[in-house]
């Protein structure tokens, strides 16, 4: 369970035989990102832009929210500031440390200390896509009855990772991604309450590093008040890294990042590069990418790419997707590396990928096409049809739909594809 915010209109009076919410850290106190959250919207970084986007925010009374955007952007402080603002008591839960008890139990508490002091309460959940289907169908009632104003938080796209019956029942409001500007202004703020200064290249490098996250900016210039390169005039890049922890790599699980890095990864595999495709595989994983996502790529890779020209990489890439979702990380690494590998130096076909493609079309082309009368299922005709394995070697010449199909499937004399064209010739499937 977590804490009430201290300055948020706290939830009081709880019963003396149950374990009361702990107070959190003042704002004077803690680390810098903490105490600089501000107390009221007017100093909230983007305020002027979400309120016209989004009048709700305005309004006397809160309806029940869920605010998403990248890490560092705002969301529990926005939270925390309508609560401020509009007079609410505020209960914060984590998704990811508590479950569906807990969840209850904080609920039952908030809903007393509710009805002690006649008023509404804001429920404000932290990453609430942690949330499974029941735990979310458990807000339901609460939600739709207006028991509690509900506002979770999420770095994740609500319409994908929160379930349809939850997500009709609140305002999506999207939060973006702080620029750079605007984090030079927060530090700027910071060092003026802290009473220090700071030179302008190590304000810009950290505005830059951070990638839009307040947090991590503001951890970085915490982390300069004890080194000597606070007011230094030019700070070197290994000075300014050993301040930033190296923790400033950009990936961008939803963005133009995240496209062109699995773009990368696909790319190298199919042109048979195994060090660029591991390259592509640690950023991915280093930038926080989700390794299920990773190994389903692997698994349409292996057919697509690769085929009958070897028929053992399929095989390979759904062992490795399966042992990912039974294993997790950070072991599932080694697995998706083997997979990648293989995959990556195999011999490559997309024989498979193009005859599909081609019979699609070839299907949307033309009006109902017709199973020819002895390969239904039921007919007079039926005993026409010639049961391949009552011919030497399996097969027996016959058609098995119209003449003018095409031949979809034309296999490269590659891997274990060259066994495959060669008997489709001597079959006289193919030329």
Same mark, same amino acid.
């Given at each position: 369970?977590?804490?009430?915010?201290?300055?948020?209109?706290?939830?009081?009076?709880?019963?003396?035989?149950?374990?009361?919410?702990?107070?959190?850290?003042?704002?004077?106190?803690?680390?810098?990102?903490?105490?600089?959250?501000?107390?009221?919207?007017?100093?909230?970084?983007?305020?002027?832009?979400l309120?016209?986007?989004?009048?709700?925010?305005?309004?006397?009374?809160?309806?029940?929210?869920?605010?998403?955007?990248?890490?560092?952007?705002?969301?529990?402080?926005?939270?925390e500031?309508?609560?401020?603002?509009k007079?609410?008591?505020? @209960?914060?839960?984590?998704?990811?440390?508590?479950?569906?008890?807990? !969840? +209850? #139990?904080?609920?039952? *508490?908030?809903q &007393?200390? =509710?009805?002690?002091?006649?008023?509404?309460?804001?429920?404000?959940?932290?990453?609430?896509?942690?949330?499974?289907?029941?735990?979310?169908?458990?807000?339901?009632?609460?939600?739709?009855?207006?028991?509690?104003?509900?506002?979770g938080?999420?770095?994740?796209?609500?319409?994908?990772?929160?379930?349809?019956?939850?997500?009709?029942?609140?305002?999506?409001?999207? @939060?973006?991604?702080?620029?750079?500007s605007s984090?030079?202004?927060? !530090? +700027? #703020?910071?060092?003026? *309450?802290?009473? &220090?200064? =700071?030179?302008?290249?190590?304000?810009?490098?950290?505005?830059?590093?951070?990638?839009?996250?307040?947090?991590?900016?503001?951890?970085y210039?915490?982390?300069?008040?004890?080194?000597?390169?606070?007011?230094?005039?030019?700070?070197?890049?290994?000075?300014?890294?050993?301040?930033?922890?190296?923790?400033?790599?950009?990936?961008?699980?939803?963005?133009d990042?995240?496209?062109?890095?699995?773009?990368?990864?696909?790319?190298?595999?199919?042109?048979?590069?195994?060090?660029?495709?591991?390259?592509?595989? =640690?950023?991915?994983?280093?930038?926080?990418?989700?390794?299920?996502?990773?190994?389903?790529?692997?698994?349409i890779?292996?057919?697509?790419?690769?085929?009958?020209?070897?028929?053992?990489?399929?095989?390979?890439?759904?062992?490795?997707?399966?042992?990912?979702?039974?294993?997790?990380?950070?072991?599932?690494?080694?697995?998706?590396?083997?997979?990648?590998?293989?995959?990556?130096?195999?011999?490559?076909?997309?024989?498979?990928?193009?005859?599909?493609?081609?019979?699609?079309?070839?299907?949307?082309?033309?009006?109902?096409?017709?199973?020819?009368?002895?390969?239904?299922?039921k007919?007079?005709?039926?005993?026409?049809?010639?049961?391949?394995?009552?011919?030497?070697?399996?097969?027996?010449?016959?058609?098995?739909?119209?003449?003018?199909?095409?031949h979809?499937?034309?296999?490269?004399?590659?891997?274990?594809?060259?066994?495959?064209?060669?008997?489709?010739?001597?079959?006289?499937?193919?030329?």
């Open positions: 369970m977590d804490t009430i915010e201290s300055g948020l209109p706290g939830l009081l009076d709880l019963e003396k035989d149950e374990t009361p919410l702990k107070p959190c850290m003042k704002k004077n106190q803690g680390p810098l990102a903490h105490r600089m959250r501000p107390q009221n919207l007017k100093d909230f970084e983007g305020a002027p832009y309120l016209e986007k989004y009048p709700i925010l305005k309004g006397k009374t809160l309806p029940s929210l869920i605010l998403w955007g990248p890490p560092g952007c705002g969301k529990t402080t926005l939270a500031v309508l609560a401020l603002e007079g609410i008591p505020f @209960l914060k839960f984590n998704a990811v440390l508590s479950g569906l008890a807990e !969840l +209850r #139990k904080v609920i039952e *508490k908030g &007393k200390s =509710a009805e002690l002091g006649n008023s509404s309460w804001i429920l404000f959940i932290d990453e609430i896509h942690r949330f499974n289907k029941a735990q979310q169908d458990a807000l339901l009632p609460y939600v739709e009855s207006g028991s509690f104003i509900l506002i938080a999420t770095t994740e796209n609500p319409y994908t990772s929160v379930n349809k019956a939850l997500l009709s029942r609140v305002q999506p409001i999207k @939060l973006p991604k702080l620029t750079e984090i030079r202004s927060l !530090l +700027r #703020k910071a060092l003026k *309450k802290e009473g &220090k200064k =700071a030179s302008p290249k190590l304000i810009d490098a950290f505005s830059h590093l951070c990638d839009g996250d307040s947090r991590k900016a503001l951890s210039l915490e982390n300069s008040f004890q080194s000597p390169y606070l007011e230094k005039e030019d700070p070197s890049p290994k000075e300014i890294q050993s301040l930033t922890l190296g923790a400033h790599r950009t990936f961008d699980r939803d963005g990042r995240h496209y062109d890095v699995i773009s990368a990864f696909i790319k190298s595999m199919r042109g048979s590069d195994p060090h660029s495709a591991t390259l592509w595989l =640690a950023v991915m994983l280093e930038g926080g990418e989700d390794p299920q996502f990773i190994a389903r790529r692997l698994v890779f292996a057919s697509e790419d690769i085929g009958n020209a070897d028929p053992r990489a399929l095989t390979l890439a759904t062992s490795c997707l399966h042992a990912v979702q039974s294993i997790g990380m950070p072991e599932s690494r080694i697995i998706l590396s083997q997979t990648t590998n293989y995959l990556a130096s195999t011999v490559k076909s997309n024989a498979s990928y193009l005859a599909i493609n081609e019979a699609i079309e070839f299907v949307k082309e033309r009006p109902t096409i017709e199973v020819p009368p002895y390969l239904k299922n007919g007079p005709k039926k005993k026409e049809y010639k049961y391949p394995h009552n011919y030497p070697e399996g097969h027996v010449p016959q058609a098995y739909s119209s003449h003018d199909t095409p979809f499937y034309r296999p490269p004399a590659r891997g274990q594809e060259a066994f495959l064209l060669e008997r489709l010739i001597k079959l006289g499937l193919l030329k």
